[in-house]
């Protein structure tokens, strides 16, 4: 069965710094891997979306990279604002129609 | 098209009750999901459905629970008998087939009291 850890579990940085989440996931026959933002007590919000044949993936402060070979994804959230504060998950997608998530990193940005 | 929809947001039972949750899915898509997340936790898979065709069952999914999507549409998950142990977010995903990502809704929050 497919695991996914994500490292650290918290985080707490100030405004205006970069940052680099991970995320390892033990099977790499994977499609491909999701990055969601969750709020508290609300659902997934889709960041970026990297096919198993893509390196990276970018959109705006943010950049996604994937090592399927070695199992392995970072978010990397450049400038980071008050905003950007909630939980981060990261998803992979095997062959079994579903996604496998992990626990998740809880950022906090403080102004 | 406003994205996946789900009702209620909040649910809180007294035990033994039944309760239905409904999602409505991105119209176009064919896949929809059931998800369950727990405090601190990330998602879990429940079930998903192709259309109207239920594919594939968690084992978390108990005889206690069970999952429609007629007509290809919207989605229902029912929960018999709660327990308290059902207590969770409930979340609902569609996909197109093609490798196009998940789009979830905003969750059915779920207390047995």
């Known amino acids: 069965k497919q695991e996914v850890t994500q490292i650290p579990a918290a985080l707490s940085v100030p405004e205006g710094e970069n940052l680099v989440l991970n995320c390892s996931f033990t099977?790499?026959?994977?499609?491909?891997l999701q990055w969601f933002r969750q709020d508290p007590g609300k659902g997934l919000t889709s960041l970026l979306l990297?096919?198993?044949?893509?390196r990276e993936q970018t959109s705006g402060r943010l950049n996604a990279s994937l090592d399927k070979s070695s199992g392995r994804s970072t978010l990397y959230i450049a400038a980071s604002q008050p905003g950007d504060s909630a939980t981060y998950l990261c998803?992979?997608?095997?062959?079994?129609?579903?996604?496998?998530f992990g626990t998740g990193t809880r950022l906090t940005v403080i102004p | 098209d406003t994205g996946v929809s789900q009702d209620p947001r909040h649910k809180i039972t007294k035990r033994g009750q039944n309760v239905t949750f409904r999602c409505d899915p991105i119209s176009e898509h064919n896949r929809l999901y059931w998800y369950r997340q727990t405090l601190g936790q990330g998602p879990e898979f429940l079930t998903y459905?192709?259309?109207?065709?239920?594919?594939?069952k968690s084992r978390l999914l108990s005889d206690r629970f069970s999952a429609e999507r007629p007509k290809g549409s919207f989605s229902t998950l029912e929960i018999q008998r709660t327990e308290q142990g059902d207590s969770a977010m409930y979340l609902c995903?569609?996909?197109?087939?093609?490798?196009?990502?998940?789009?979830f809704g905003s969750g059915t929050r779920l207390t047995v009291v």
């Open positions: 998803a992979v997608e095997g062959g079994a129609n579903n996604l496998f």
């Open positions: 990297i096919q198993s044949s893509q």
């Open positions: 099977d790499s026959a994977i499609y491909n």
């Open positions: 459905f192709q259309n109207e065709a239920q594919l594939e």
């Open positions: 995903a569609s996909s197109l087939s093609g490798d196009n990502g998940y789009t």
